[in-house]
Every structure is written in structure tokens, then in C-alpha cells.
């Protein structure tokens, strides 16, 4: 029998501690927690007690963690955006393999730098671009390349961010100023110009967009609204975004995220002193709140990429118009729509309730890369960093057209200009 893979949880946070280390209490046969790095001391002694770890193995910083030496096979890093380059780098050098959260970095040349230092290492870095890890994803996919309708001419996909996960995450959360985290485009949507990409299989020629902050700004704060909710807003009946009426009532559940606390009054606390409980009009918010991408590919197949924060739910929706049928699907149905064109014959095919976040996509991707160390040492895997840096500067020249209203940029001219800065 197979010792499980040994693992270093490099930032506890949500995506860390929730997403991907529960992976090793479902199978402790595949992975074993064996250390944690984690300023926070309620987060790092959270996962010291679920995961049994020795309060030697349990570090205050990344730095402390890789300074005694290697500990374990692979590091997961889930840190914060702009804290992925540092830590990655000296992994890969002290010899892990890597599992990172998306997106790589901020930085389009650090991005190009993480995936040439894995590959002078020979050592696994992947990127968790869950969705192709779903069945959903993974399906279509397959339909795809079985050739079953035909060559792709164009992908449409919609990305319904839901108006509450806008306001959390992208107007009072971590991720609401590009400065401090990424552009809304990487930073959400990453996924989605992955997806794109995987399916299609072809490289992307040129790519342009248009998009802004148009409502989560100053100008429209209710009259006399005060800085935070739950200071007297006179708009507190009206507004669906009032922090109080909502981590206290139906989003409790996302309360958990900003504070360890999850009473009553610990929610109240952290509203009345971290950014969750400000006016979605009055924070330091600069991420766009809606964004279309158009991009084409070598074969001559096109796609169209809308995110949007304005939508009554969060999924995505996609259409692919193939030359000999189409696929429909929505991610929150679960279920996709394959449709021939010659038979008009449709096969609709309904997926299980997926038992981890992102669809499935969460397990799926930790139960992927064990198997890859196991089995296939160093080879790329399907959300390699090798394969990860096509999509991630797809997210870039997206980024750099939106700011330049709307301007075509063409990918290998983009690329060009990062590698001989």
C-alpha cells in the first residue's frame, strides 16, 4: 500500500481550508496534511486541530515554514493574489511540487516566470482552473473532441457572478481593487477564458473588450447614507445590499468568511469593523462590475465572453455552435443539451449532485493531481502552469483592451512585449 501524499497548506483562508484540504480527512489514503503556514492564529490553530498537526508543524508565516527545510511532497498555496509569486518560487526551489490557487499572479511576467522555473526544476506546478475538473466541463469536452458537432465556429458564456457574491467579494471583499488583488477579469474569470481555450483547443489570435464599474460608486450612495450599514442608513428598508439585514439574515453562511465568530454578536462585531460592513458605495471597490470579451482563434472559431454582477443567480451559462450540432448548458441546472443538426435528434444529459464546491471541481482537481504525482511524475496535467499561461494572458490582453477602450490586442505581440521587457 501507498503512503498518501504529504502536504504544507500554505494560507488557511477559504479556498485552503475548505476547498482543498478536506480532501485529506475524506482520503487519508491519497493526501495527509503534515504542516500549515498562516498569520491568522484562529484559521492556522483551526486546521492544526482538524488535521492533528504537531504545533511545531504549524507557522505564522511561509517564510518560517520553508526556512527549517522541506516538510512534505507538495505545497498547496492558497494565499491572497498578490502573495502567490514569492512563495511558489521558493517552493518549486526547495523542491515541491505545487498546487495553486488561481489566478497564478497578478503580474503577467511573473505568471511567465513561475512556469519557466517549474519546468527548470522538472517539478508539478498546477493551477486550480477547477472547472475543467467538473463533469460538466469535462463532458462537454469530451462531445466536443468525439467531433460529434462538427468543428466549432463560436462559444458563447455567460458568467452570472449573482448580485450578493458581486457585493461580497468584489465590492467589500478581498478581491474589490485591482491594486490590491487582480482585475476582475483574472481574478473571476480566469476560469472562464480557461474553459474557453480548453475547449476550443486552438490558440487564441487576438482578443478585445469593453467593460466598467458602472453602479457600486459613490454618485449613487443613497442620500445621507452613512459609511456603514449599521450606523442609521436611512436607506436600510430600500437597499438589497445592507450588510446588517443581510449576513444576519440569509447570508450568514457568508458571514463565516470574515469572521471565525458566527454568533449574532460576532457577526455584528465584524461588521462594525471590517470592510464587510460598509456601504457597497463607499468602499475602496475598483474592479469592473460587468465585462465582455470577444476573442478568435487560430482555426478561425470565435467567442464571446460576458460577466456580469447584476444576475439573480450564480452559474454560468454556455452555447457551442458547431458545424454539425450544438451545445446548451447550465451550470446551476447541472445538465447540458447536445443537439444534430441532421438527425435533429437532442440528448440531454442531467449530472449528479456534485459532493464538493465548484461543481465537483474542487475534489476533482486534488483527486487529479495525486494521481498525477503517483502515476505520472512531472508530466503536465490539464491545468498545468504550461497549459495555465495561455489563459492567463488571454485574462491580461483582455484587461489591457478594456483600459484602452476597447482596442484589439494580438496575443503573441502581447506576449512578445512582456518577454523582452
Not at 465556429?153 to 455567460?158: D, E, G, H, K, V
Amino acid at each position: 500500500m501507498m503512503e498518501p501524499t504529504s502536504a504544507i497548506l500554505i494560507g488557511a483562508g477559504d479556498r485552503g481550508a475548505r476547498a482543498y484540504a478536506p480532501y485529506a480527512l475524506a482520503h487519508p489514503n491519497e493526501l495527509k496534511i503534515t504542516a500549515v503556514a498562516e498569520p491568522n492564529d484562529e484559521r492556522r490553530d483551526k486546521v492544526r486541530l482538524a488535521h492533528q498537526l504537531p504545533r511545531e508543524n504549524c507557522f505564522s508565516s511561509w517564510e518560517k515554514a520553508f526556512s527549517i527545510g522541506k516538510v512534505a511532497d507538495v505545497a498547496i498555496i492558497t494565499t491572497l493574489d498578490q502573495q502567490h509569486f514569492e512563495p511558489t518560487m521558493k517552493a518549486l526551489e526547495s523542491g515541491y511540487h505545487v498546487l495553486l490557487e488561481k489566478p497564478m499572479s497578478p503580474d503577467p511576467i511573473e505568471c511567465i516566470e513561475m512556469e519557466r522555473t517549474a519546468k527548470k526544476y522538472n517539478r508539478q506546478l498546477t493551477i486550480c482552473h477547477v472547472l475543467r475538473y467538473t463533469e460538466f466541463w469535462s463532458t462537454i469536452k469530451r462531445v466536443v473532441a468525439e467531433g460529434k458537432i462538427g468543428k466549432i465556429a463560436s462559444i458563447q458564456l455567460n458568467e452570472n457572478v449573482e448580485i450578493m457574491h458581486m457585493a461580497h467579494s468584489f465590492v467589500r471583499g478581498n478581491w474589490n481593487n485591482k491594486e490590491k488583488s487582480s482585475p476582475m477579469i483574472l481574478q473571476k474569470s480566469c476560469h472562464d477564458m480557461d474553459i474557453i481555450s480548453h475547449i476550443i483547443d486552438e490558440k487564441c489570435e487576438r482578443i478585445s473588450s469593453y467593460g466598467s464599474l458602472m453602479h457600486f460608486k459613490e454618485e449613487n450612495a443613497p442620500e445621507n447614507a452613512p459609511e456603514r450599514c449599521l450606523d442609521g442608513c436611512p436607506a436600510e428598508l430600500d437597499c438589497p445590499f445592507h450588510a446588517g439585514r443581510y449576513y444576519l439574515g440569509e447570508g450568514k453562511g457568508w458571514a463565516k468568511k470574515f469572521t471565525e465568530d458566527n454568533s449574532r454578536e460576532g457577526i455584528i462585531k465584524a461588521l462594525q469593523e471590517t470592510p464587510y460592513g460598509k456601504c457597497v458605495y463607499q468602499s475602496d471597490n475598483n474592479v469592473v462590475d460587468h465585462q465582455v470579451v470577444n476573442m478568435e482563434f487560430t482555426g478561425g472559431a470565435t467567442a464571446t465572453f460576458s460577466m456580469c454582477g447584476f444576475t439573480r443567480e450564480q452559474t454560468r451559462i454556455v452555447q457551442i455552435m458547431g458545424t454539425k450540432g450544438e451545445i446548451r448548458g447550465n451550470m446551476e441546472d447541472n445538465r447540458i443539451s447536445i443537439y444534430d443538426f441532421l438527425t435533429k435528434q437532442e440528448t440531454v444529459v442531467k449530472f449528479d449532485n456534485p459532493i464538493s464546491g465548484h461543481g465537483g471541481g474542487d475534489a476533482g482537481i486534488m483527486r487529479s493531481f495525486l494521481h498525477d504525482l503517483k502515476h505520472h511524475e512531472n508530466k503536465s496535467n490539464i491545468s498545468s502552469a504550461a497549459t495555465s499561461l495561455q489563459s492567463h494572458l488571454m485574462a491580461f490582453a483582455a484587461e489591457e483592451s478594456r483600459v484602452n477602450q476597447g482596442e484589439s490586442i494580438e496575443l503573441d505581440r502581447f506576449y512578445n512585449s512582456l518577454t523582452t521587457v
